[in-house]
């Protein structure tokens, strides 16, 4: 691992530790109606939600954890109705991306509550939601104004209360995410480390508040995995069962970031190996929204991961189909078309389109290994070569395909390496 790319990941841990206050409307709400549920009523299957996190057990299976009854009590926060009835139902509108409609709403609840940040915070998850879709920056200057004054409004509250301890974590959350994708890692760290204490300090204030778990618990889960994957960082005990159970709670005891513990817990599954928890808890998100693109990317993620690769395409081109300009949905169609072999030709098209127009570096890199893949598929080693040593000047770090190239032609002596998505060993990581 370079060192960037280490810088990277550890600012991620920070960053996504710190996603977890109203910054989880960008992501998913606990129940498709706006609705405050923090899980089904009535049906308790034994969910091992234990208030000694370090004392719980193993975490339980996906299935339960859908089922599960919450066994926190929701705490009245004394925020004003009007504010949380803002917050609920613009996270909704995020969710199924109807952004017209949630942009309308804070910019009115903006105006008419002046003292809130949530106004200005919403606009800045619209604009940051559409463009993490595309993997790109079109809405900059739109989402740099509404950080303006979010600021401003977080700055002018002298003695923050549990509400407003939310608000600027999702604030600095959200800033050091943007950092984070315009490679500004400074500022990311400076922002997430914020962001992360911030979820420290409302833990201290309202230990019996869950929402605070899902960054606590994504930090201690990534940093616990960084360490894993880096020789040179031994220092860190590894707490990724902590971390799991952690957010687990969070999923069924948080009032206001079930949503945003959907979607890590998504990530991590997959990480895990844990596929089917993926698919399931992914797929239950989609339902609950069925305009929503971004969960439908990880569920696809998690199909090619099992080798699932028909099902891998179906869902691309649903994500097609809901977002034709989701520029990222063309690149797994075409690296899941080339993992099945069934269509090299359409994987083509998708995949040198896509490297001509990336939404970064990155991308292109990954674009240019599947297209190597894609030639190696067809029985043409050198010009998968052509492509692989293409993708190593954007992505430098990448074993996999160092090994690739060292035994394009070796066929006999070597056994050939796999075609097929491989585990990541991070947040995001891409098949």
């Not at 052509?386 to 090994?403: L, P």
């Amino acid at each position: 691992m370079s060192a960037r790319r280490l810088l990277a990941a550890l600012v991620g841990a920070a960053i996504l530790g710190a996603l977890t206050s109203a910054g989880a409307q960008q992501v998913q709400t606990s129940a498709g109606n706006g609705a405050a549920s923090v899980g089904p009523p009535g049906r308790n299957v034994g969910f091992p939600i234990l208030r000694d996190l370090k004392a719980a057990p193993v975490a339980s299976k996906t299935p339960s954890l859908l089922e599960a009854t919450p066994h926190g009590t929701p705490l009245d926060l004394h925020v004003d109705p009007d504010l949380e009835s803002a917050m609920r139902t613009g996270e909704d509108m995020i969710l199924d991306r109807r952004y017209d409609e949630a942009l309308a709403l804070f910019r009115a609840t903006a105006d008419g509550h002046k003292d809130s940040a949530l106004g200005p915070l919403g606009q800045m998850l619209v604009w940051q939601s559409q463009m993490l879709e595309n993997g790109d920056f079109a809405h900059r200057d739109e989402y740099d104004a509404a950080v303006k004054e979010t600021g401003t409004r977080i700055d002018a509250v002298k003695s923050p209360g549990t509400w407003d301890l939310m608000l600027a974590g999702g604030y600095n959350g959200v800033r050091a995410m943007h950092a984070m994708r315009e490679k500004h890692y400074l500022r990311a760290v400076d922002d997430g480390w914020s962001a992360l204490s911030g979820m420290k300090s409302l833990k201290k204030k309202e230990p019996d508040l869950a929402d605070s778990d899902v960054g606590l618990g994504t930090y201690d889960y990534w940093r616990s995995v960084i360490t894993r994957n880096v020789k040179w960082i031994p220092f860190f005990s590894d707490k990724r069962r902590q971390g799991i159970q952690e957010i687990e709670r969070a999923f069924v005891d948080a009032q206001y970031t079930r949503p945003i513990a959907q979607l890590v817990l998504v990530f991590i599954y997959i990480d895990e190996h844990r596929y089917d928890d993926a698919i399931a808890l992914g797929e239950d998100m989609a339902a609950k929204y069925p305009h929503n693109t971004l969960v439908r990317v990880q569920v696809g993620r998690a199909y090619s991961r099992k080798g699932r690769y028909d099902d891998a395409v179906k869902i691309y081109e649903k994500v097609l189909e809901l977002q034709p300009d989701n520029k990222v949905a063309h690149y797994f169609l075409g690296a899941n078309l080339v993992y099945g072999g069934k269509d090299l030709d359409r994987a083509e098209t998708l995949l040198t389109k896509f490297v001509a127009d990336p939404p970064g570096n990155d991308w292109r890199g990954w674009g240019n290994e599947r297209l190597g893949d894609l030639w190696m598929k067809r029985g043409d080693p050198d010009r998968a070569v052509e492509f692989w040593k293409k993708s190593q000047k954007d992505v430098d770090d990448e074993e996999g395909v160092k090994e690739k190239i060292a035994h394009a032609h070796d066929r006999k002596a070597t056994p050939q390496p796999t075609l097929t998505p491989v585990a990541g060993k991070g947040p995001g990581t891409l098949p």
